[in-house]
């Protein structure tokens, strides 16, 4: 798929991120650029910064220093709620244990970034059936989470990521909970489904194997990034 910004121009840019806990710095200066329709891993040990990261790219925390660019805007400097209206719009999300609302099915659930957007209930629905689909769940759009497995709970949270179109996806563990195949066929599917909208995928993860799978590897350690490692 042809990328809908410059080749060479990243999607998602920080620089000099720093942020900070009382007196420790979880981040402590961190550059990085996330190109359209890459997947990125970023490791590292418990409290590294990894985590951290990942929230201030994703507007969820604000840095305390150093600037965030999304398509070449800056975006670090939105308030709250135009944050959140970023988030809805431009990001997609997948957590380790899914967050999907357990009243609604899995087709209301996936639907939600574009209910929450103002866009028809009908339309909406639609586009979380098709990514369904695509994703191996028809015939289990009317199922609630507690009547799907935890690959298929993990799937639908997927859907509910790409149902919107987003630019930029941030998966946090998202195959933690998962045994090894179930998370490997699980991170496959995110991974296929995010390349056929042309989304970039920044995944945090502690599985060594899954971060190797991935085209490039960034290691985080005391809130700095440690190595680069490419493909």
């Given at each position: 798929m042809t990328s809908a910004w410059p080749t060479g121009a990243p999607v998602l840019s920080g620089r000099g991120l720093v942020k900070r806990y009382g007196d420790q710095h979880a981040l402590a200066g961190i550059d990085i650029d996330i190109q359209p329709g890459e997947a990125v891993a970023i490791v590292g040990p418990s409290g590294s910064g990894k985590t951290s990261l990942l929230h201030v790219l994703a507007?969820?925390?604000?840095?305390?220093a150093g600037e965030i660019t999304l398509s070449g805007r800056r975006i670090d400097q939105l308030g709250e709620k135009k944050r959140s209206e970023l988030r809805r719009r431009e990001f997609g999300f997948v957590f380790q244990s899914g967050m999907l609302v357990a009243e609604l099915t899995a087709e209301e659930n996936a639907a939600l970034p574009l209910l929450l957007g103002g866009a028809g209930r009908r339309e909406s629905i639609a586009a979380a059936r098709e990514w369904l689909g695509k994703l191996g769940l028809r015939?289990?759009?009317?199922?609630?989470?507690?009547?799907?497995?935890?690959?298929?709970?993990?799937r639908v949270a997927i859907a509910r990521a790409l149902t919107h179109r987003p630019k930029v996806i941030f998966a946090d563990e998202p195959t933690g909970a998962l045994d090894t195949r179930t998370g490997r066929d699980t991170m496959n599917a995110l991974l296929v489904a995010a390349a056929d909208t042309g989304a970039a995928v920044i995944v945090v993860t502690h599985?060594?194997?899954?971060?190797?799978?991935?085209?490039?590897?960034?290691?985080?350690?005391?809130?700095?990034?440690?190595?680069?490692?490419?493909?």
């Open positions: 507007g969820i925390l604000r840095a305390d015939g289990k759009e009317t199922r609630r989470p507690g009547q799907l497995s935890g690959g298929e709970a993990q599985d060594r194997e899954l971060a190797d799978s991935l085209p490039r590897t960034v290691a985080i350690r005391d809130g700095l990034i440690a190595t680069k490692v490419a493909a």
